[in-house]
Nanobody, 120 residues
Framework: QVQLLESGGGLVQAGESLRLSCAAS????????MGWYRQAPGKQRELVAL???????NYADSVKGRFTISRDNAKNAVYLQMDKLKPEDTAVYYC??????????????WGRGTQVTVSS
């Protein structure tokens, strides 16, 4: 069983920074993709950023130039550095991992989420 543990959310003012962390633990062969999604009240969950095991990244247009995703493959961890935060970044942020198991299947896992609130 794989678990994703997130940390780093909180309440900040517009223009400030936060760093989210997520670590995967449990039985896994290889973590293929790790990323962050967010869901604001009344809205659908959306991709924020993801990074593959070979270093490819993908960012939502709304966060390009402000957020940076990084990974520590040895620790099965992913981080999201969020700078120049805006009130519209307020949401619950979820860690996601696509993991290759020993039966050669890729399964997706979600963390429980961490709240990020940006005041104006």
């Amino acid at each position: 069983q794989v678990q994703l543990l997130e940390s780093g959310g909180g309440l900040v003012q517009a223009g400030e920074s936060l760093r989210l962390s997520c670590a995967a633990s449990g039985s896994m062969f290889r973590v293929v993709v790790m990323g962050w999604y967010r869901q604001a009240p009344g809205k659908q969950r959306e991709l924020v950023a993801l990074k593959t095991s070979i270093g490819s990244t993908n960012y939502a247009d709304s966060v390009k130039g402000r957020f940076t995703i990084s990974r520590d493959n040895a620790k099965n961890a992913v981080y999201l550095q969020m700078d120049k935060l805006k009130p519209e970044d307020t949401a619950v942020y979820y860690c996601n991992a696509q993991i290759l198991d020993v039966s050669d299947q890729i399964r997706g896992y979600w963390g429980r989420g961490t709240q990020v609130t940006v005041s104006s």
